[in-house]
């Protein structure tokens, strides 16, 4: 399924809540769903009609928690977000998010 871009390129976006026990996916779009991996101790943010890759994509991250930092990476056509805090560990967190299409 081809995506076509919204404005600015963007291809989906949103909002990832997380209280510790359950995430939640505010003013997303094209968002199918985003759970927590305790294994993989990052997000896998699952989008709408999009196979994420790096490739074709780019992620840009915002932590809300201003001593957080991010990093993204793909696994089976999902985005994966890792929130990590200062000391470099994987933790939950809130952040926001969007993906723009390579022109």
Same mark, same amino acid.
Do not use: Q
């Given at each position: ?12 976006? /949103? ?10 996916? %505010? !003013? /997303? %779009? ?12 990052? %997000? ?12 074709? %994509? ?10 957080? /930092? ?6 089976? /056509? ?13 933790? !939950? ?11």
């Amino acid at each position: 399924m081809h995506v076509v871009p919204g404005p600015n390129l963007i291809v989906a976006m /949103g909002l990832v809540s997380d209280n510790g026990s359950s995430v939640s996916v %505010y !003013r /997303g %779009y094209n968002v199918s769903s985003c759970v927590w991996n305790p294994t993989l101790t990052c %997000y896998e943010v699952t989008l709408t009609g999009i196979e994420y890759s790096p490739i074709d %994509y780019v992620a840009h991250i915002e932590p809300w928690d201003l001593n957080h /930092g991010a990093y993204t990476t793909n696994l089976s /056509g999902m985005l994966l977000v890792a929130v990590l805090d200062s000391g470099g560990n994987a933790v !939950r967190g809130t952040f926001s998010f969007t993906v723009v299409a390579f022109p």
